[in-house]
């Protein structure tokens, strides 16, 4: 069965002040010499504290998160990549919301009209690449697109896309075993989130369509709850096929989504 799927780009600025930016508010300020702006003629301007990103969100078109192998941000001007932050990749590789600048490249973009090129790459191949211009001002990093970012940017053959539809509509019925595992540390029958985890693997086993299942890693995600990775393999079409299971480690634990080995 084949199936073509269509990769849409939308640029966005995002606001919310998440893990990654408390972080880089601290270092934002520290940049910014304890939150005040001097010089430039910046000196009375009144900033909000909002840690302002812009980010390019990259969806298939059942609005599901792609998850890219690996991507890049080149700005053109400068004839440089930016530097990867790590949580910025660990939460893009969840969300499917890539970095392309925020407030801590305020000074270096402001009063400057940039181009910053971002590449995505998935399965050995370019997905996405697009210009994204920026600037900024007094406060806070802006984007200067007019018109919309929204874009299709290619048609990929995906055999598993139909396979990961399917195994999300199980969800419900994963995140009832959960919620059925005790949690209370007061009870004698108490599971750690490691035990947690695993006893899903074993019930998974159990299922007549999983060939395996096994724990690739305990919050090594580390969004706020951190999020885990169980990959199951499962017999469909006549194929064995592999898929991941995220799960984010809150109490009790919740299985949030299927998507492709990477």
């Given at each position: 069965?084949?199936?073509?799927?269509?990769?849409?780009?939308?640029?966005?600025?995002?606001?919310e002040?998440?893990?990654?930016?408390?972080?880089?508010?601290?270092?934002a300020?520290?940049?910014?010499?304890?939150?005040?702006n001097?010089?430039?003629?910046?000196?009375d301007?009144?900033?909000?504290?909002i840690?302002?990103?812009?980010?390019?969100?990259?969806?298939?078109?059942?609005?599901?998160p792609?998850?890219?192998?690996?991507?890049?941000?080149?700005?053109i001007s400068?004839?440089?990549?930016?530097?990867?932050?790590?949580?910025?990749?660990?939460?893009?590789r969840?969300?499917?919301?890539?970095?392309?600048?925020?407030?801590?490249?305020?000074?270096?973009?402001?009063?400057?009209?940039e181009?910053?090129?971002?590449?995505?790459?998935?399965?050995?191949?370019?997905?996405?690449?697009?210009?994204?211009?920026?600037s900024?001002d007094?406060?806070?990093?802006?984007?200067?697109?007019?018109?919309?970012l929204?874009?299709?940017?290619?048609?990929?053959?995906n055999?598993?896309s139909?396979?990961?539809?399917e195994?999300?509509?199980?969800?419900?019925?994963i995140?009832?075993?959960?919620a059925?595992?005790?949690?209370?540390?007061?009870?004698?029958?108490?599971?750690?989130?490691?035990?947690k985890?695993?006893?899903?693997?074993?019930?998974?086993k159990?299922?007549s369509?999983v060939?395996?299942?096994?724990?690739l890693?305990?919050?090594?995600?580390?969004?706020?709850?951190?999020q885990?990775?169980?990959?199951?393999?499962?017999?469909?079409n006549?194929?064995?096929e592999?898929?991941i299971?995220?799960i984010?480690?809150?109490?009790?634990?919740?299985?949030?989504?299927?998507?492709?080995?990477?």
């Amino acid at each position: 069965m084949t199936i073509f799927w269509a990769v849409i780009c939308t640029v966005i600025q995002s606001c919310e002040a998440n893990v990654e930016g408390k972080d880089e508010i601290e270092l934002a300020n520290e940049v910014e010499g304890n939150g005040e702006n001097n010089g430039n003629g910046c000196e009375d301007v009144a900033c909000t504290e909002i840690f302002m990103h812009i980010s390019l969100k990259l969806e298939y078109p059942n609005e599901q998160p792609v998850l890219l192998d690996s991507s890049k941000v080149f700005w053109i001007s400068e004839n440089r990549f930016l530097e990867q932050n790590t949580v910025s990749w660990n939460e893009a590789r969840v969300w499917g919301s890539y970095l392309i600048v925020n407030d801590l490249m305020r000074k270096e973009l402001q009063g400057k009209e940039e181009i910053m090129r971002f590449t995505g790459y998935l399965n050995g191949e370019i997905v996405c690449e697009r210009d994204v211009p920026v600037s900024a001002d007094c406060c806070h990093v802006i984007y200067l697109g007019a018109e919309s970012l929204t874009q299709i940017i290619a048609r990929v053959e995906n055999d598993n896309s139909l396979l990961i539809e399917e195994m999300n509509k199980s969800l419900p019925v994963i995140n009832e075993f959960l919620a059925d595992l005790p949690s209370n540390s007061e009870e004698q029958s108490f599971l750690n989130d490691g035990e947690k985890l695993q006893s899903l693997v074993e019930w998974l086993k159990s299922k007549s369509c999983v060939v395996d299942a096994t724990v690739l890693c305990n919050s090594c995600i580390y969004t706020l709850p951190a999020q885990s990775e169980i990959s199951i393999s499962i017999k469909y079409n006549e194929k064995t096929e592999v898929v991941i299971l995220d799960i984010l480690m809150s109490n009790p634990l919740r299985a949030i989504r299927f998507h492709e080995h990477y």
